[in-house]
Structures are given as structure tokens and as C-alpha cells.
């Protein structure tokens, strides 16, 4: 069974940066198009940061380019994302999203992630 494991998170001051991590476990690896969506309370999730482990350009939400890197970690059924300049707005419960196939458009649909992490929260005080 495929299941997502993240790590990372926590509470940090405006300004600063954190790194979340999302692992694959359960296959061998093979090319996923991963990455991370967050949600605020009371609204629906948005697609931050997605890419497809096989190579190619990631997307980004455009409220995080320029302050957001998505990445393939060393064990290429790994995927980080490094938050840099955050600000209280970026405060929300992210989620690992997964599919083993391409990523497809929009990307930023979450009904084409068939797998999901449980969650982890980044807070950002001002």
C-alpha cells in the first residue's frame, strides 16, 4: 500500500524558513508527479507547489514563487520543499499530494492526487 509520510513544519517567525519533506513508502520507485497543498481553516486546499519526479519544470502557486522551491530529494521517492520569506499568510495546514503517473492540467486540481499525507502544520507569527 502507498502511503505518504511527511515531516518538517512547525512555527517560525515571519521572515524565516522552514522545510517540509514527503516520502513515498510502500513502492519501489517509479516517477510520481508530488508535491504540496495547504489548507486554511474553513477553506478548501490549494495547490502550492507541485512536480513530476521523472524531471520537469515544477509549478508554483503564484502567491509562493520566488520564495518557494519544490525538489527531489536523494531518494527520488522523496520530495522537499523549501520555504523561504514566509509570511503569516503561509500559515495553514500543508498536504503531501501524490500520483504515480505525469502530472497533468491543471495541476493545480486536487482531484488528480490519488494519495495523500495526513498533514503537518506550518505556522507563521508575526
Known amino acids: 500500500e502507498i502511503q505518504l509520510v511527511e515531516s518538517g513544519g512547525g512555527s517560525v517567525q515571519a521572515g524565516g524558513s522552514l522545510r517540509l519533506s514527503c516520502a513515498v513508502s510502500g513502492q519501489t520507485y517509479s516517477p510520481f508527479c508530488m508535491g504540496w497543498f495547504r489548507q486554511y481553516p474553513g477553506k478548501e486546499r490549494e495547490a502550492v507547489a507541485i512536480m513530476y519526479t521523472g524531471g520537469n519544470s515544477p509549478n508554483y502557486a503564484d502567491s509562493v514563487k520566488g520564495r518557494f522551491t519544490i525538489s527531489p530529494g536523494i531518494d527520488k521517492n522523496t520530495v522537499n520543499l523549501e520555504m523561504s520569506r514566509l509570511k503569516p499568510d503561509d500559515t495553514a495546514m500543508y498536504y503531501c499530494?501524490?500520483?504515480?503517473?505525469?502530472?497533468?492540467?491543471?495541476?493545480?486540481?486536487?482531484?488528480?492526487?490519488?494519495?495523500w499525507g495526513a498533514g503537518t502544520q506550518v505556522t507563521v507569527a508575526s
Open positions: 499530494a501524490a500520483d504515480n503517473s505525469i502530472c497533468y492540467e491543471p495541476w493545480d486540481d486536487e482531484r488528480w492526487y490519488v494519495y
